[in-house]
């Protein structure tokens, strides 16, 4: 009966982190970053299987994030398929580099991208132009996908606190 009830206060905080992190992903689109540091430090869970698990808990809310936005047509598909030319190899590159990365190392970078990534996003960035609105090529595309997948599966923390700082600090359309 106790380890019924240990195992289930472990599921409710776990989700609780889930519903936490999700609740931040879907109103500002960044919240991801909470995951891993709530796994690790409230739920005494390994960095590198937060990490994981983080990853894997992205896939449900990045498709029904995509199914959203998509009704709303305001993806553009073209950027996000050349973005993903990068991303998927960079997301194989991050995760195998956890597996060889101390784990003390991958919290601080966990530390450090999270503050890059809420400076910038607290700047602001610029009013949306839509006839002057910057554009890239796809070879820089491709790259800042290839950064974008590495940085996100090597800290868990998701795509979108990598990424939208970076189109905002390009002035891209976010």
Not at 40 to 45: A, R
Not at 83 to 88: H, S, V
Not at 126 to 151: C, E, F, Q, R, S
Request: glycine residues 14%; aromatic residues 8%; contains cysteine.
């Amino acid at each position: 009966m106790e380890l019924e009830a240990t195992l289930l206060s472990v599921f409710i905080m776990y989700l609780a982190c889930g519903f936490l992190a999700g609740a931040l992903i879907g109103c500002i689109g960044i919240g991801g970053v909470v995951l891993v540091p709530l796994l690790v430090y409230f739920g005494g869970v390994d960095i590198k299987l937060a990490i994981s698990a983080a990853m894997f808990a992205y896939i449900i809310s990045g498709l029904v994030g995509t199914f959203i936005y998509a009704q709303s047509k305001s993806i553009q598909w073209s950027m996000a398929l050349i973005l993903f030319i990068g991303a998927a190899p960079g997301a194989l590159l991050g995760s195998w580099l956890v597996a060889v990365i101390h784990a003390d190392y991958l919290k601080a970078l966990i530390g450090v991208l999270a503050v890059l990534s809420g400076v910038q996003t607290l700047r602001g960035g610029v009013k949306a132009d839509h006839i002057n609105t910057p554009t890239l090529a796809n070879i820089p595309l491709i790259g800042i996908g290839t950064i974008t997948g590495v940085l996100s599966s090597l800290t868990g923390t998701g795509g979108p606190l990598v990424l939208v700082p970076l189109l905002m600090w390009l002035r891209l359309p976010v």
